[in-house]
């Protein structure tokens, strides 16, 4: 369940900003990613009516990730002292992702939220490492890149 507020960014897994490559500790195929965005001036109770809804609909969340290719998702707020909100978005996913589904009722109300409560598009930050025991690593990868773990059985193969 991956996060933007442009209109235009149905694929909002790879958030609009450069493109960083990545360091040599992210698994090839995937990609890592902190970016952060600019909540709107008086937006506080809409995101949080936005976070409410990401948890009271979180088996549904949840259900997105396999075709989102997403291994892992958080999402962060930050106040600065002049009381400027941010909202930050970390993931780690495939690169063959297929972003948001707008077809999807959950995916299309978190955009709707979105586009209500943040500045379009997001700032990027840079990756330089990433860690992960060792156990997980094959996990991670055989999600990003199929969506499923390695020894699941797919609907078609029952």
């Not at 090839?28 to 600019?38: D, N, P, V």
């Amino acid at each position: 369940m991956s996060d933007s507020s442009d209109s235009s960014d149905s694929s909002a897994t790879v958030p609009a900003g450069p493109m960083f490559e990545m360091p040599a500790s992210v698994p090839a195929g995937m990609r890592l990613e902190l970016s952060r965005a600019r909540l709107l001036p008086g937006a506080q109770e809409e995101t949080e009516r936005r976070m409410q809804m990401l948890h009271d609909r979180y088996e549904e969340c949840l259900d997105t990730l396999s075709a989102e290719r997403m291994a892992f998702e958080a999402t962060f707020r930050r106040t600065d002292t002049d009381g400027t909100e941010w909202i930050y978005h970390l993931s780690l996913y495939g690169e063959e992702t297929s972003g948001l589904d707008l077809s999807n009722p959950i995916d299309r109300a978190h955009q709707e939220f979105a586009m209500r409560s943040k500045e379009p598009g997001w700032e990027e930050l840079r990756p330089v490492l990433m860690l992960a025991p060792r156990p997980m690593l094959p996990l991670l990868e055989a999600w990003a890149r199929d969506g499923r773990l390695p020894d699941e059985r797919g609907a078609d193969d029952a």
